[in-house]
């Protein structure tokens, strides 16, 4: 079956380390996209990327990283500068082309202890 | 830029009636899109329906319509015959077809809960 997949379902962290959220999808999808969720929240960008080996920062991009080495795969690091990194992390993908919605994965809980 | 707007309170709705839930939008894009999102409890995103700007009819999947007023900037979800599985948050959100850039932007939701 195609979907999306994102590992780890919840993920502790203590203050100062940085930890790194894995995103795969095997729909063949050109476009990957990192949102952040807080509770009783919308969604909002992180990071996107539309190709391989390219990306652009979204709305809040300060103390994340991205890589998109391969296709399938785009992981998010949320590094020590993250002052209030404790969220729900959801990873989307989308074929090229202006009709096509997003796809997401089941998302990853981030708490920082 | 782009901004979605969902002010409702949380909405309840007897079993087997219909809701509507409001959705406004502001954009400078003379072609866009606009989509609704359903996310249970559990989290994941679960994408409900579709519709673009120059689409004359309002968008149906099954018991959604989408009621599209493009004068009035309005795109409102409407559920006919409710179920306990709609219990949920709904999301608005849309795309400007502005060639470079696909990002979608997102409202902060509604919760709705369904009354058996």
């Known amino acids: 079956d195609g979907g999306i997949t994102q590992s780890p379902k919840y993920l502790f962290r203590k203050e100062g380390q940085n930890v790194t959220l894995s995103c795969e999808q095997n729909?063949?999808?050109?476009?990957m996209y990192w949102y952040r969720q807080d509770p009783g929240q919308g969604l909002r960008l992180i990071y996107y990327?539309?190709?391989?080996?390219?990306?652009q920062k979204g709305d809040i991009a300060e103390g994340y990283s991205v890589s998109r080495e391969k296709k399938e795969s785009f992981p998010l690091t949320v590094t020590s500068a993250q002052k209030n990194p404790t969220a729900f992390y959801l990873c989307?993908?989308?074929?090229?082309?202006?009709?096509?919605?997003?796809?997401f994965g089941p998302g990853t809980r981030l708490t920082v202890l | 830029a782009q901004k979605i707007t969902q002010t409702q309170p949380g909405m309840f709705v007897q079993e087997k009636e219909a809701v509507t839930l409001d959705c406004t939008y502001d954009?400078?894009?003379?072609?866009?899109?606009l989509f609704w999102y359903k996310q249970p409890s559990s989290g994941e995103m679960i994408f409900l329906i579709y519709?673009?700007?120059?689409?004359?009819q309002n968008a149906t999947e099954g018991r959604y319509s989408l009621n599209f007023q493009k004068a009035r900037k309005s795109a409102n979800l409407v559920i006919s015959a409710s179920q306990l599985g709609d219990s949920a948050m709904y999301f608005c959100?849309?795309?400007?077809?502005?060639?470079?850039?696909?990002?979608?932007?997102f409202g902060k939701g509604i919760t709705l809960s369904v009354r058996p």
């Open positions: 989307a993908s989308t074929l090229s082309g202006e009709y096509n919605e997003q796809f």
């Open positions: 729909l063949n999808h050109d476009a």
């Open positions: 990327s539309q190709i391989v080996n390219d990306f």
């Open positions: 954009t400078s894009d003379q072609s866009y899109g």
């Open positions: 519709q673009g700007s120059y689409d004359e």
């Open positions: 959100a849309m795309r400007g077809f502005n060639g470079a850039n696909s990002k979608l932007t």
